[in-house]
């Protein structure tokens, strides 16, 4: 069970957590929304929960609730910027569709 990150995304999350100025790590979940049924989350952590899961790299800890693990377990998480776009992407291998606007998926 994993949960990795690219350069880019590593290093983005980095950022936001060095502006923030507190913080253990990054939360990732899994919540209801969307036309497929599932979206992914993400907030900052400052305190663990029982359930939660710790998963480090490349210096950033991406913690998620057994909950959503079940989801998200493999995802390789990716930051991309093109033009005035940009934003965190989700390489899931537990996803069987997204939605035509890319917000939510199933499993």
Same mark, same amino acid.
């Given at each position: *069970? ?10 983005? *999350? ?16 899994? !919540? ?7 979206g992914?989350? *993400?907030? $900052?952590?400052?305190?663990? =929960?029982? #359930? ?5 790299? +490349?210096?950033? !800890? ?8 079940i989801?998200? #377990? ?5 930051? !991309? +910027?093109?033009?005035?776009?940009e934003?965190?992407?989700? =390489? ?12 939510? $998926?199933?499993?």
């Open positions: *069970m994993a949960i990795s990150l690219t350069t880019k995304a590593a290093a983005r *999350m980095v950022d936001y957590l060095s502006n923030r100025g507190s913080g253990i790590g990054v939360r990732l979940s899994v !919540q209801t929304t969307g036309c497929s049924g599932l992914y989350n *993400m907030e $900052f952590v400052d305190d663990l =929960n029982e #359930d939660d899961s710790v998963f480090e790299d +490349k210096g950033v !800890q991406v913690i998620v609730d057994a909950k959503s693990l989801y998200i #377990d493999g995802t390789e998480v990716d930051y !991309q +910027k093109e033009g005035l776009n934003g965190f992407e989700f =390489n899931n291998p537990n996803s069987k569709a997204e939605c035509g606007c890319g917000e939510s $998926f199933t499993v």
